[in-house]
Structures are given as structure tokens and as C-alpha cells.
């Protein structure tokens, strides 16, 4: 399933309306009839509840109303109230509105205190609210009337549906100001937007429902460049292992990795590319630290690479042993626990720059580039490159604050900038190919935000890297999946280890699922 932005969102009514000539009354007559749906799903019955409807003066108000009547015709009490200009409401609107009048449904406009001493009390003695105040056209500050609104809806403690985002969400950013509906359920129409999965406006969105209203089914995969992931498409990305395979052909692994102090790391990672099926995985580190691993981990084996000082390396002799082992691996992986010291960093540069095999990049070789992410385009290949936000922000050198309200657009940006495939972990997991595509994995949860959870997902797609030419998507969903089982055995007391162990459990997921449709 595609995801939209805004603009392309009203591109697709435009061309419903303009090429294909469907009404736009005919698509808010759908629209209304989906959210009258959920209502009565979340209440049971709509017979004899009280519902209150709030209505702004572009479409999304007019979806509000045309739910209205259906709610009406069904037997609920409603009560509308109105914000925003008379003047900028749509014909359609306006249909609807006499529709309404004639049915004698009540209207009122909150442009007095006497409204607003009305919308209290029809408040408190509703049971629900249909939240239809400012639609996907919504960006920057609230106005002070529907900022007034919005605040006293989320005191109510009611069930509150909003129609394709809670108002006060930014559609493409996900980027709440001072107030945003906290909705229990919010119908999409036509397909998902970017808010509904990036923080803090994917934290206002309740339960999510993407509903089909109509529209061409062409112009809602044409043109538009997010793709959400859901086990069908992923399991596109992971074939079927053949029989005649050995441990040559699913993937000789090389994994960079390790520092004093930071073993842990790099021993998550080598054991993940194993978990994910990786036939031979090779981990290679300090040589102080060598022993360590001799005893921490059975079936990766392990190269000593020589050090600058105790537990740290770097220099000619390192990248000399890291060069000629490169040869006979399929896939590296440069960074989990690696360690920032100046000769570590210039090590992953000249690694980067002269090794002509697959590379993933986590964390500390993420590091060296910061500020300088153009050298990045001095790969052979086109790399991965794993970074959490606040490495993203240092790559790009751009805060954060401003980073994450354009996180879409700005991974795309790099991605094509760097000929680089960006796999950049938040709350969702946003990635951006070299030719202007995003994926986008709502998989994950909260309890994962512990440490090593990026060094086993940084292993599971070099893991997968001879495996399928998808690796970072497969990777990526492979981790999240993982992760959620592991938070239903342990909530917040998940480790990073927990997740590395259910990762052949994700991976029986997906095949299971294969098993159904074939």
C-alpha cells in the first residue's frame, strides 16, 4: 500500500474529479459513510447514542457532515457544531448542510459564547465525537479558535473518531504544535498518510483504518513514491531458501566490529547475520579482545586484527588484514561498537573508499562522514548505512528538531545525494533508495528503544545481504517482527538479545504466511 503526502492526496481528488469524472459529492457521500461505519463499529450501535460532530469549513468538515446523516438515518442524536470561515466552504459543504437543515438535524455555528456554553454540554452528554475540524491541508499554527476547540475535546475522556488525520497534525510530518485531537480511531481515506507513523503525531492517531472511497485505483499507486510495509510485501523480499543450498551459497559474512568495552556489540551483530540464515560469518576485532570472543560465541569465527592501543584498531597493518580478508566474503559489516578513536575513524574511510564488496555502515562507521556524507559517494557499491536519529542528524548536520518534522523528504534527499540506501530507525523505520523511493515499517515498539537493538539489526540485513537482493527491506522487517515478539514475552524487560533469538521466529512468520497462499 502506498502512502501519501498531502499534495498528492489532492492531486488524486483533482484527477478523480477532472479526468474521470467522479463527483466530489460522490466521494464525500463515501468518505461519510466510512466514518458513520466506524462510529458504529467502536459503539456497537449507534440506535439512541448521542454523537457530536465537529465540522470545519473545507472537505474534511464536509465528510463530518455527511456522517452525520447516515448517523442520523441510523437512529443517533447528533449535533453539529461549525468552525471556520462561512465563506470558504466547499459546494459540497454547503450540500450537505441543506441536506441536513431539511432533516432537521441541529447546526450551530461557534461564533458566540453561548455556542461554545452549547458544545460543552453536548460534550458531556455525548458518546462519541467525529473529529472533521482541519483535514490533510493542515500545517503550522493553530488558529486560536480551533486550538479553543481542540483542547477542550481531549478533556471529555470521550471516543473520538477523526476523519484521515487528528486535527492539529501536520499530514506530511507527523509535527504537533500546541494542541492535536488524541483520537481513538482515525479513518484514512484512500490510502495512509506519513503523520499516521511518525512521532509525535502518530501518537494522536489511535487505532488506524484506511478505508476505499472510490477512487481509481491507478491514481493511488501512480506517482506516489512511500510504500508501507505489511508480511505480504515482505514476503516478496525474502525467497525461498534453494535445496541444493550450503553454507557458501546463503552468504559469507565479514563483520567489522567491537572495542574495549563494547564486545557486546559486536557480538550481537555477527550473531544475528547467523540467525538470519548467513551460511559463514566472520568477525573480525582488536586482537586483545580476540579471546573474549573465542569464548563468547561458538559458531562465528574470528580474525584478530592488530591494534593502535589496547582494545582499539587502526593503521596500515589493520586495514591491510581487513582488505585481503574482504576478498572472500560476500557482504561487510562496518561499525557495531567500533569505537571513535582518530585512528579508527580513518581506518573505516579508507575501508569504505577501496573495498569494492557490499558494505553495511552502523554507528561508529557511520561517524567519520559526519558533515561530510558527500564522501560517502566514494563506495564501489552503493552502501547501507543504519543510523538512529541522532546519528542522521550528525551525518547530515542537521539538528534534529529540524531533522525529524522532514524526515521523509530529507531521507530521500540523502539517499539520491550519497548513492546511499539510508535505513533510518525512530519510532517506524523510514528507508530511502538512490532512485527517490521510500519504504516505510510501522513494526517495532517502545520496549526495543534499549541498547544493541541496532547492532542486531545492523547483522540482520548483512545477514541477509547474499540472500536477497532486498536485504535492507527484508532486514528491517525481519528486526521489527522480531522485536514485537519479544516484547509480548517480555515488555519492557526486553533485551537486544531477545530480539536477535526471535528472529528465526519472524522468519517462520513469513513463510507461514507463504505456506497460506500458496
Not at 523528504?409 to 530511502?432: D, H, L, N, S
Amino acid at each position: 500500500m502506498k502512502v501519501a503526502l498531502a499534495k498528492e492526496m489532492h492531486d488524486i481528488d483533482s484527477m478523480a474529479i477532472e479526468d474521470y469524472g467522479l463527483p466530489e459529492l460522490s466521494l464525500m457521500e463515501s468518505a461519510g459513510h466510512r466514518v458513520f461505519e466506524a462510529v458504529k463499529n467502536i459503539l456497537g450501535t449507534v440506535d439512541k447514542k448521542s454523537v457530536c460532530i465537529l465540522a470545519g469549513s473545507g472537505n474534511n468538515g464536509g465528510d463530518a457532515l455527511a456522517a452525520a446523516r447516515y448517523l442520523s438515518n441510523a437512529g443517533a442524536r447528533v449535533k453539529i457544531f461549525l468552525i471556520g470561515d462561512r465563506d470558504h466552504r466547499t459546494n459540497s459543504s454547503n450540500v450537505q448542510m441543506r441536506i441536513l437543515r431539511a432533516m432537521n438535524v441541529e447546526l450551530q455555528q461557534l461564533d458566540s459564547d453561548r455556542a461554545w456554553e452549547r458544545l460543552q454540554v453536548t460534550l458531556r452528554f455525548s458518546d462519541a465525537v467525529v473529529d472533521g475540524i482541519l483535514g490533510t491541508g493542515f500545517n503550522g499554527q493553530l488558529r486560536p479558535a480551533a486550538l479553543r476547540l481542540i483542547r477542550l475535546v481531549n478533556t471529555t475522556n470521550k471516543v473520538i473518531v477523526s476523519i484521515d488525520v487528528p486535527s492539529g497534525v501536520d499530514s506530511d510530518t507527523g509535527a504537533v504544535g500546541e494542541a492535536a485531537i488524541k483520537a481513538q480511531v482515525t479513518v484514512a481515506l484512500g490510502l495512509p498518510k506519513v503523520a499516521h507513523f511518525l512521532c509525535p503525531g502518530a501518537g494522536f492517531v489511535g487505532k488506524l483504518i484506511v478505508e476505499d472511497i472510490g477512487l481509481p485505483a491507478k491514481l493511488l499507486t501512480d506517482e506516489i513514491h512511500q510504500t508501507l510495509m505489511d508480511d505480504e510485501l515482505a514476503l516478496t523480499f525474502l525467497p525461498e531458501r534453494p535445496k541444493d543450498s550450503y553454507k557458501g551459497s546463503c552468504g559469507k559474512i565479514l563483520v567489522v566490529a567491537g572495542s574495549r568495552g563494547m564486545t557486546g556489540a559486536a557480538s550481537l551483530a555477527a550473531m544475528s547475520a547467523l540467525k538470519v540464515g548467513a551460511g559463514l560469518v566472520t568477525l573480525t576485532a582488536p586482537e586483545s579482545l580476540n579471546s573474549i570472543y573465542e569464548v563468547k560465541l561458538t559458531e562465528v569465527m574470528t580474525a584478530p586484527l592488530d591494534e593502535v592501543k589496547p582494545g582499539i584498531i587502526g593503521g596500515d597493518k589493520a586495514l591491510t588484514k581487513i582488505l585481503d580478508l574482504a576478498e572472500d566474503f560476500d557482504a561487510i559489516l562496518l561499525g557495531c561498537g567500533l569505537g571513535r578513536e582518530r585512528e579508527t575513524s580513518e581506518l573505516v574511510k579508507k575501508i569504505v573508499a577501496t573495498v569494492d564488496k557490499p558494505l553495511v555502515l552502523d554507528a561508529d562507521a557511520i561517524y567519520p562522514f559526519n558533515g561530510h556524507a558527500d564522501e560517502l559517494k566514494a563506495c564501489k557499491q552503493i552502501p547501507i548505512i543504519t543510523p538512529h536519529l541522532g546519528e542522521l542528524s550528525a551525518l547530515l548536520n542537521i539538528p534534529i528538531e529540524k531533522l525529524r518534522p522532514a524526515l521523509v523528504p530529507e531521507v530521500r534527499r540523502a539517499a539520491q545525494a550519497f548513492r546511499a540506501i539510508i535505513v533510518a530507525k525512530c519510532e517506524t523505520t523510514v528507508i530511502g533508495y538512490p532512485n527517490g523511493e521510500i519504504f516505510i515499517s510501522p513494526l517495532g515498539n517502545s520496549a526495543m528503544a534499549t541498547a544493541g537493538c541496532g547492532d542486531v539489526l545492523a547483522g540482520t540485513i548483512v545477514g541477509l545481504m547474499k540472500q536477497t537482493p532486498f536485504a535492507p527491506l527484508a532486514g528491517v522487517w525481519l528486526h521489527g517482527t522480531a522485536g514485537n515478539f519479544a516484547a509480548d514475552e517480555y515488555a519492557e524487560g526486553l533485551t537486544a538479545a531477545d530480539v536477535m533469538e526471535n528472529l528465526p521466529n519472524a522468519i517462520k512468520k513469513l513463510r507461514a504466511i507463504g505456506y497460506q497462499k500458496s
